[in-house]
T-cell receptor
Framework: AQSVAQPEDQVNVAEGNPLTVKCTYSVSGNPYLFWYVQYPNRGLQFLLK??????LVKGSYGFEAEFNKSQTSFHLKKPSALVSDSALYFCAVRDAIPGGGGNKLTFGTGTQLKVEL | EPEVTQTPSHQVTQMGQEVILRCVPI?????FYWYRQILGQKVEFLVS????????KSEIFDDQFSVERPDGSNFTLKIRSTKLEDSAMYFCASSEPTDREDTQYFGPGTRLTVL
């Protein structure tokens, strides 16, 4: 079974400061890891994903995420937060099934990011 | 940039009624999914669909639910007899067959309210 934990319900950060949104995961094999963002009354927008290779993944809007296999973590980061980054962020995981499609994503409970002036 | 679209954006229905939620996946995608998000809770997988068959389904996806690809562009979720607890945001997603990681792209959702 696969699972995701996002330990913080909310993260507050001042604009211009770095931000981190935490995620840890559990899968039976190798993971494919994803971050999605949800703005109010909107759907889930894909931000970035981890596959094999470089542990630092760069994505949309200046976000990046660091994969740490020993700590089973995939924390989302941004060097300088913007007020417009305020949204709900979801980490998701699935097993890296070769040639697989149609496989479910398991989501975390979400972390509300609030960036203030 | 191509997007997944969903209609309607909001559906209000009476308990026991049938509803059909509609989705138009991204045109070259062949894997389709439905997820739901009950207010304040996490996004939950319902079902995945490929080549006119269900690939995987969750425990939530019981006999009251069905999916269909009625033509070359639409993908639908039918709930036969809605219950109060079916009230949620329903998201459609799609992915393309050449994407090894199966990156799923989501639509804006349909908010279903069962009264």
């Amino acid at each position: 079974a696969q699972s995701v934990a996002q330990p913080e319900d909310q993260v507050n950060v001042a604009e211009g400061n770095p931000l981190t949104v935490k995620c840890t995961y559990s899968v039976s094999g190798n993971p494919y890891l994803f971050w999605y963002v949800q703005y109010p009354n909107r759907g889930l927008q894909f931000l970035l994903k981890y596959i094999t290779g470089d542990n630092l993944v760069k994505g949309s809007y200046g976000f990046e995420a660091e994969f740490n296999k020993s700590q089973t973590s995939f924390h989302l980061k941004k060097p300088s937060a913007l007020v417009s980054d305020s949204a709900l962020y979801f980490c998701a995981v699935r097993d890296a099934i070769p040639g697989g499609g149609g496989n479910k994503l398991t989501f975390g409970t979400g972390t509300q990011l609030k960036v203030e002036l | 940039e191509p997007e997944v679209t969903q209609t309607p954006s909001h559906q209000v229905t009476q308990m026991g009624q049938e509803v059909i939620l509609r989705c138009v996946p991204i045109s070259n995608h062949l894997y389709f999914y439905w997820y739901r998000q009950i207010l304040g809770q996490k996004v939950e997988f319902l079902v995945s669909f490929y080549n006119n068959e269900i690939s995987e389904k969750s425990e939530i996806f019981d006999d009251q639910f069905s999916v269909e690809r009625p033509d070359g562009s639409n993908f639908t979720l039918k709930i036969r007899s809605t219950k109060l607890e079916d009230s949620a945001m329903y998201f459609c997603a799609s992915s393309e067959p050449t994407d090894r990681e199966d990156t799923q792209y989501f639509g804006p959702g349909t908010r279903l309210t069962v009264l």
